[in-house]
């Protein structure tokens, strides 16, 4: 057939390139198929991996010639993967037909989309946890010491998230901790994740500050043992002395 541009303005010129296509003329039918919903590979879902998927309607009609229809192997639901932004949602799938080897065919689907609902699993990953030390410290505290219940716990995410998470701070406040105390926190996570265990118990012990006097205190009565010790190796001295000369003594009066 040749093709020709018509009903164009005056002060508009066109060319058609090629000027010639082939037509194959077929006979127009329809008919009812099942929809089957599949994600395009054009894109990326973030490392999510696919845990179910469903469409509504069910089934759509395509029309086309009789012989496409009979190169029809599925007609499916592309989803697009960037419209995948959770868990748990739905999307718009469009309707292609596709022969044995993927490739679409020329049709009228009826509707030309569905409803394609996804539940996805997202990756997850073990994540070190560590305190994070907030408030003013008690005057007379030096530090503070923290055993938790958890070292770790399981982050789930997409995977940009995973990959960007080395570790998580767990935030505790020690404005008013002066003796040992348990607390239970919440794990903080990025947003779009979900961690377990989601609470962690932190078991919180104060170290007091050694101050001057103590430390003198605790000098005099290193001097005093020491001077007690020294004393009493005296004794030992002398009584051992006067022991030796008075054997000394007896043995010379027997000769």
């Given amino acids: 057939s040749i093709l020709e541009v ?24 329809t008919q009812t198929f099942t929809v089957e ?10 490392g999510y991996g696919v845990d179910s998927m469903s469409v509504e309607p069910q089934e759509v009609e395509i029309t086309t010639g009789d012989k496409t229809l009979a190169e029809i192997d599925r007609v499916v ?27 679409p065919l020329a049709i009228i689907p009826e509707p030309d989309s569905v409803d394609v609902a996804l539940m996805m699993e997202a990756p997850s990953k073990e994540k070190e946890l560590f305190v994070t ?9 030096s530090h503070y010491i923290y055993r938790m219940s958890s070292i770790s716990a399981v982050l789930t995410g997409p995977q940009s998230i995973l990959d960007e998470t ?4 767990v935030p505790v406040d020690v404005s008013e901790i002066t003796t040992t105390t348990e607390r239970t926190v ?14 962690v118990t932190i078991q919180i012990t104060p170290v007091a500050e050694t ?4 430390q003198s205190n605790n000098d005099g009565d290193e001097a005093t043992n020491s001077a007690n ?3 009493n190796s005296s004794t030992v001295d002398t009584t051992q002395e006067q022991t030796e000369n008075s054997a000394s003594s007896t043995t010379t009066s027997s000769s």
């Fill in 211 to 214: 101050t001057t006097e103590n």
């Fill in 186 to 199: 919440t794990i903080p996570v990025p947003e779009g994740t979900t961690i377990n265990p989601t609470v």
């Fill in 133 to 141: 030390q907030q408030g003013t410290t008690p005057d007379g505290i």
């Fill in 37 to 46: 919903p599949v994600i395009s590979t054009d894109g990326a879902t973030s």
């Fill in 166 to 169: 080395q570790q998580i701070g």
């Fill in 229 to 231: 010790s020294q004393a």
């Fill in 77 to 103: 639901a592309i989803v697009n993967p960037d419209d995948i932004t959770g868990d748990s949602i739905t999307v718009d799938g469009t309707i292609e037909a596709w022969d044995s080897e993927n490739n």
């Fill in 6 to 29: 018509k009903n164009l303005s005056s002060s508009v010129t066109a060319e058609i390139e090629p000027k010639t296509v082939t037509v194959t003329i077929e006979k127009k039918v």
